[in-house]
């Protein structure tokens, strides 16, 4: 009942900048944290950014300094500015939000179909 889609992903060359944003959809009582993922072939799902319904922000250590994660709490949507990309922060870009769907349920985590980031050298 809850869907977050995804845009913003594509290829870039080294340097280059690209913003991806997230929207959620459904029926949801609150959005609590959301966050970004991504998967590079051959590894495991990584953290790269977080934020929580008050704006609090963790980074992974290799993007500090060249992403920042935002949010639209009005429009429900989650947005990353990746800035100074470079080749090996290619991957395919997941969102990830922690929504209650009723007052009476515990939140669960809901996932995006995931965007695929290309960054050329």
């Known amino acids: 009942q809850v869907q977050l889609v995804e845009s913003g992903g594509g290829l870039v060359t080294a340097g280059g900048s690209l913003r991806l944003s997230c929207a959620a959809s459904g029926s949801m009582f609150r959005i609590n944290a959301m966050g970004w993922y991504r998967q590079a072939p051959g590894k495991q799902r990584e953290l790269v950014a977080t934020i929580t319904s008050g704006g609090s922000t963790n980074y992974v250590d290799s993007v500090k300094g060249r992403f920042t994660i935002s949010r639209d709490n009005a429009k429900n949507t989650v947005y990353l500015q990746m800035n100074s990309l470079k080749p090996e922060d290619t991957a395919v870009y997941y969102c990830?939000?922690?929504?209650?769907?009723?007052?009476?349920?515990?939140?669960?985590?809901?996932w995006g179909q995931g965007t695929q980031v290309t960054v050329s050298s």
């Open positions: 990830n939000a922690d929504v209650r769907t009723t007052n009476y349920r515990p939140s669960r985590d809901y």
